[in-house]
């Protein structure tokens, strides 16, 4: 997948453009759904397959805060690729943006610039100025632009329409099976690998600290996990909490406070500075205080029998 920042790079480079559009945060089984549309049309029609999507989130403009999401955009990025996309366009998402009405975008970007043969979008999909542009209205300009539109109905979960709400709701309870089913893929975080205080090097368990970026996370404690780094997979033990063996005095913020460290099981690589993804398995127990360094070494040993053993045992039984 080639990632595109400005326009005038897809001057040349596509062919008959099957293009889609949306935050997608969370890249979730009901977005998996219309980039697969996306892509079938694209490859049906010997086209390139187009995500149109934002640097920032409209809502960090229009409402001027950033709340946490499912998925970071560089945590996007790496799930569209996984999908096979073709090209990426990344549009700043400005005052000037944001002011653009819904059949501007369409005729100004997505005919004009992007010479879009086929637009693609979820029956929910909003755009422009006061969130005016959906499919109804993609479809009304069809005739007048020469294009298809294609409208990809919702998917659903027992009967629920899969939304990013539904599914961020279900991360920050920790019920890990239903995200996980919503989402089509294990629950997951990405964030950038940053230098702590090294303890866990001097107790022979080292960690990387991870800066997720207003990700949302599980619940407090410790996660069997896995990550996935250059190309092979390990598994690995994460804790999510205020490492309470070591920091004694009270939080005052959660969300400012929580830290997420991720032991790697036979790993030794230096890693600082890189974005790691650690896709969540399944919960083993609470965050728990410790009264020696020792206590918590053997605990953390116990830990790593159980995520073996359960890995182990999931193995044979498939």
């Given amino acids: 997948m080639e990632k595109i920042y400005r326009i005038s790079e897809f001057k040349g480079k596509i062919h008959n453009p099957v293009v889609t559009l949306g935050v997608f945060d969370g890249v979730h089984r009901g977005h998996q759904k219309i980039i697969e549309y996306t892509k079938s049309l694209a490859s049906k029609k010997s086209g390139d397959s187009v995500i149109i999507t934002f640097d920032v989130h409209p809502r960090v403009l229009l409402e001027n805060k950033t709340p946490f999401f499912i998925t970071s955009l560089s945590h996007r990025l790496v799930l569209f690729e996984r999908l096979g996309v ?6 700043p998402f400005n005052d000037s943006l944001a002011q653009t009405n819904a059949k501007d975008f369409i005729e100004n970007i997505l005919v004009k610039e992007l010479d879009s043969k086929c637009i693609v979008l979820g029956f929910n999909c909003h755009f422009g100025k006061n969130r005016s542009g959906n499919i109804k209205l993609v479809k009304e ?3 007048k632009y020469h294009y298809e539109a294609h409208e990809c109905p919702p998917e659903t979960y027992k ?8 599914i961020r709701k279900a991360i920050q309870e920790g019920a890990l099976e239903k995200a996980e089913a919503m989402l089509g893929r294990p629950v997951s975080v990405l964030g950038t690998v940053v230098r702590k205080s090294g303890r866990g090097v001097t107790m022979g368990y080292p960690t990387a600290n991870l800066d997720l970026h207003h990700e ?8 069997a996990t896995k990550v996935c780094w250059k190309e092979r997979e390990y598994l ?3 804790n999510i909490g205020s490492r309470p063996t070591f920091f004694k005095e009270s939080l005052s ?16 690589e230096s890693i600082y500075g890189k974005n790691l993804e650690v896709q969540f398995l399944f919960r083993i127990r ?19 029998e159980m995520l073996l053993k359960k890995m182990l045992s999931g193995a044979l039984t498939k």
Avoid: C, N, W
């Fill in 86 to 91: 073709d090209y990426t366009l990344i549009l």
């Fill in 141 to 143: 300009l069809a005739g």
């Fill in 159 to 166: 009967g629920q329409v899969i939304s990013s709400t539904v």
């Fill in 216 to 223: 949302i996370r599980p619940p407090q404690g410790v996660y």
């Fill in 236 to 238: 690995a033990l994460t």
């Fill in 253 to 268: 913020s959660e969300d400012e406070t929580m830290e997420i460290e991720t032991h790697i099981l036979d790993f030794h």
């Fill in 286 to 304: 609470d965050e728990i205080p410790f009264g020696s360094i020792e206590a918590l070494k053997q605990q953390i040993e116990k830990d790593k």
